[in-house]
């Protein structure tokens, strides 16, 4: 199985996804820190995928969604975007729509 593969699959196993440096424990990075806490605000259940430890997806991600930075959050299949666009979301209510 590719990387784009590997990929498709865990986005389609898990309603929310992130990519993300480190863990939602141990993020790696403020711009992950920060999407795991906005995550969190909203009760979310979500997986994880700690790029730092997996080159490959590293890279593959940023490829898969045509989208050069992390953290990457989808939810339902659906690219939702990094740091920036989940903090206009979160401020606007959207994100918290989405998540119920």
């Known amino acids: 199985m590719n990387t784009q593969d590997i990929i498709k699959q865990q986005i389609e196993q898990n309603d929310i996804i992130i990519y993300m ?17 906005m995550l969190k605000a909203c009760n979310a259940k979500f997986a994880s995928v700690n790029v730092l430890e997996e080159p490959e997806i590293r890279q593959g991600i940023k490829e898969f969604s045509n989208w050069p930075t992390i953290p990457q959050l989808y939810i339902k299949g659906e690219f939702i975007g990094g740091s920036d666009i989940m903090t206009e979301m979160f401020e606007s209510g959207e994100l918290q729509e989405l998540i119920k």
């Open 21 to 37: 440096k480190g863990t939602p424990q141990f993020p790696q990075c403020g711009f992950s820190s920060k999407a795991v806490s």
